[in-house]
């Protein structure tokens, strides 16, 4: 199936620092793009979604950039709190078609 | 808002065994449903796609007569690990689109499947 079986970095950050989560995604057809928050043993939780004809979109505490130049997604949390905690992946849709395949992933851990 | 309900949570099954994953849209009709696997550690994999009353639509490398998928309603669609084996063994998550939304994808919560 679709998607990378990668083993998944991790990203630590002091409680109430910024977080920047980056994602690389691999189709330029590409034109939708989601985040989403994984919890351990739970579905994804649907973060803050941008389409291709936008470079920034902002919503409660984070921020998604898209830079279809280099292929590059990347989620800002503001003011990290320890329930931000999580496996944060971000997904994109294929213009035309509607699989959403998902990018490796980043583990957040958040330090208090 | 949108609620997909996926059960069961967790299964543990003997080698040899079918198991019979399902997901349904608890307040919206969901056209097309999407079926993933997680191992641990890693990301989410797309398995197939499948839209009410049709065939599924399999990923390359997923063995569609191991994996059975029914979707014959716009509320319910199934996933059969049929003769399961240890290696099966893993998070497996369902999404559906909702009808009439454009880029519009609810989750399940996961079944984790362990075949011992």
């Known amino acids: 199936g679709e998607s990378v079986g990668l083993h998944l970095p991790t990203l630590s950050v002091q409680e109430g620092d910024n977080s920047i989560i980056n994602c690389a995604y691999s189709n330029s057809a590409s034109d939708y793009f989601i985040w989403y928050k994984q919890e351990s043993g739970k579905g994804p939780q649907f973060i803050i979604d941008i389409r291709s004809n936008m470079d920034k979109r902002q919503g409660q505490r984070v921020t998604v950039l898209l830079n279809k130049t280099v292929k590059h997604l990347s989620l800002q949390i503001a003011a990290t709190q320890p329930g931000d905690s999580a496996v944060y992946f971000c997904a994109e849709k294929k213009s035309g078609g509607n699989k959403l395949v998902f990018g490796a992933g980043t583990i957040l851990r958040v330090k208090s | 808002g949108a609620v997909v309900s996926q059960h069961p949570s967790w299964v543990i099954c003997k080698s040899g065994t079918s198991v019979k994953i399902e997901c349904r849209s608890l307040?919206?009709?969901?056209?097309?449903m999407f079926w993933y696997r997680q191992f641990p550690k890693q990301s989410l994999m797309l398995m197939a796609t499948?839209?009410?009353?049709?065939?599924?639509?399999?990923e390359q490398g997923v063995e569609k007569d191991k994996f059975l998928i029914n979707h014959a309603s716009l509320t319910l669609s199934t996933l059969t690990v049929t003769s399961a084996h240890p290696e099966d063994s893993s998070f497996y998550i369902c999404?559906?689109?909702?009808?009439?939304?454009?880029?519009?994808?609810?989750f399940g919560s996961g079944t984790r499947l362990t075949v011992v």
């Open positions: 999404s559906a689109s909702r009808q009439g939304r454009n880029y519009g994808y609810t």
């Open positions: 499948s839209n009410e009353g049709s065939k599924a639509t399999y």
């Open positions: 307040d919206f009709q969901a056209t097309t």
